[in-house]
C-alpha cells in the first residue's frame, strides 16, 4: 500500500517536524514503529550532523548511515573532514561550517546529501513504516541539495511550512528523474526569478552515475483556506495531503490576518478570518491533518469528526523521552506543566523571520530577560539569514538577530532587530549542541512548545516524570479506537 493510500484509509498521528533536531530520527523511527509517520526535522540538519560527529559519533550511528549513502566515496570524505575520534573537549568549540549563500560551494552541498540522508536513512532503518522530512520553505538556500539526499534516502512524504512551498513538488519531480532542477530565491532588492538555486543530479555525480528515484509524498502545511485553494489549483493533483496547522501550535505560526492588534501581554490576537474554513476544505476532495492543540483524546476525536484523515502533533513528542530535546531542558518543562506553572507565550519579536513564535518560560533559557541581556550577539550558523541585493548587484546576507552595528551597516533598521534571538544557536542549544564561544560562555536554548500542555498530567502520573512515545501515543488515540 503507497502512502497515499494508507493515509485515505486510516486515521494517522504525524509527528510534528519540530526544531532543530528535536524531532530526531530517533524519535521519528518511534514513531513510525508505531505505524504512525515519524517525521525527521530538515532544519539546518547538516550542522547536525557535523556536531554529532565531532562528538565522536556516539554509537557510530552516523558512520551505519555514511556506508549506506550511494557515493561511498564522497560520503566518506564528508565524515572524515568532521569526524573526532573520542569527541571533542567539553571546553573545546565546535568547528564552523560555511554558511550558505546563493552559489554554496561543492563541499557544502556534498555536506547537505549526506546529512539529509542520513537522517532519513536512520529513521527508516530496520522497518516498513512510514517516515518523512520537514523544511521551512523561509530557509531556502540549501532545499534543493537537502530534498535530493533525503529523497536517496527513499523519504516518504515531505512536509513544508513557514512560507508558501509551491515550488517543492516541481523540484521533487525533476529530481526524481536525474534531471535539472531548479529553486526561485527571494533575494530582497532582486526581480523576481533573478536568483535561482539549479542542482544536476547528473552532472554532480558525472562518474558515478545516477539511477531515478521515487518521488515522496507532499504535505505542505497551511493555514489559511486562501492558501489552500490556491496551491490545490496550482498544483492540481499533486498535492497529497494538506496540514492544517492553527495559531496554538509551538514554533513559529503564521501571522493573524489582522496586524497590529494584541493583547494584555502584547500577543498577537488571532480572530475568525484566521480559522480555516474546513467545509471548504473538504470540499477540495484533498486529505487534511489537523495541527495546533490536537494532542488529546477529546481533540482527536473532534478532528475525526471533522473529516480530517488525522492529526498532526508536536509538544506531546517534544517531551517524550525519545525526543532530541536535552534530557535537563524536558524535565524541567514536564515539571512546569505538571503543576500548571508552565507558561507558552507567543512573541512577535523573537524570531528574525518576522513571523510570531512560541516561547515556554523556563528558567535559564533565553526567555529569561537576565539571560537574554547577558548574550553577545553574534551570527556564525546564518540559517535565518537575509539574502539582500546590493547596490553594485552583489548579494549580501543579514539577520537582524545578528550584531546591531553589522545589520545596520548593510541596510537593516535598528528598530527591526529589538528583542531578536539568534534561533540557530538558541535552537541547537535545545538539543545539547551548544556552541562554547573562545572566552567559555556557552550559548543557551530558547524552548519553543504549543499552547496546550494539559496532556503532561495524564501522561507523567505514576511514571516518574516522563514517558515514552508509545504513552503519548495511545493516550491521544484513546477515543479514535473506538470509533474505527
Known sequence: MTLTEFIRHFFLVIQGGMGIGVSNWILAREVALLQELGIVSGT??????????????????????????????????????????GGKAATEKFKS?????????????????????????LAKEGHDGFVGIN????????????????????????TVGAGIPAQFRGVMERLADAGLAQYRLDVSGANPGEFIAQFDPTDFFRDEGVANLSIPAFFPIISSTVLAKRMAKELKGKIDAFIVEEPTAGGHNAPPRERGVYNVRGEPVYGRKDVVDLEALRALGTPFFLAGSYANPERCEEAHKSGARGVQVGSILALSNKSGLASNLRSAAIKLAATGQLDVYTSRDVSPTGYPFKIARIPGTLSDETVYKKRIRVCDVGALREPVKAGDGEVIYRCPAEPIEAYVRKGGKAEDTVGKVCLCNALLANIG????????????????????????????????????????????????????
Open 97 to 121: 561550517v560555511e554558511m550558505f549563500s546563493v552559489a554554496p560551494n561543492r563541499e557544502l552541498i556534498e555536506l547537505v546529501l549526506v546529512a539529509n540522508f542520513a537522517e532519513v536513512y
Open 135 to 158: 523544511y521551512l520553505e523561509k530557509v531556502q538556500l540549501p532545499h534543493i541539495y537537502s530534498l535530493y539526499g533525503a529523497m536517496l534516502a527513499g523519504a516518504d512524504f515531505i
Open 433 to 484: 549542541l551548544e556552541q562554547v564561544r573562545a572566552d567559555g560562555y556557552v550559548e543557551p536554548p530558547l524552548i519553543t512548545l504549543g499552547d496546550d500542555n494539559s496532556f503532561i498530567k495524564a501522561l507523567v502520573e505514576d511514571k516518574g516524570g516522563e514517558y515514552g512515545v508509545k504513552d503519548a501515543i495511545e493516550y491521544i488515540r484513546q477515543k479514535i479506537g473506538d470509533i474505527l
Open 44 to 85: 539546518v540538519v547538516h550542522l547536525v550532523f557535523v556536531r554529532r560527529l565531532q562528538l565522536g559519533d556516539p554509537g557510530g550511528h552516523m558512520w551505519r548511515a555514511v556506508e549506506a549513502f550511494p557515493y561511498g566515496e564522497m560520503a566518506r570524505r564528508v565524515y572524515n573532514r568532521y569526524f573526532i575520534p
